[in-house]
């Protein structure tokens, strides 16, 4: 169970961070500047960001925030889940 909980949670985790790194570039490229050294920070202002942008152009949220937040979700998930496994 602890293996099973830890893959998942690597793989949510890489997940997220790939979907936060796709808004960020996708935000750089709409003339949102972002500095390197602040890239954690960045890749969450970047995310709303994102929202706004999706929202303006198409009408409706861009399909990389929902990614990210099913990964991050997904990833507290299999956090809790190995910290409970741990424990008992």
Do not use: D
């Amino acid at each position: 169970m602890t293996t099973i909980a830890l893959v998942t949670l690597l793989g949510c985790a890489a997940w997220a961070v790939t979907a936060g790194l796709l808004t960020v570039r996708y935000c750089q490229l709409r003339g949102t500047s972002i500095n390197p050294l602040l890239l954690g920070i960045g890749m969450l202002r970047c995310l709303g960001r994102y929202r706004e942008l999706t929202v303006a152009e198409t009408g409706h949220v861009g399909v990389l925030f929902y990614h990210f937040i099913i990964a991050i979700n997904a990833a507290l998930i299999a956090a809790i889940v190995l910290l409970l496994v741990k424990i008992m």
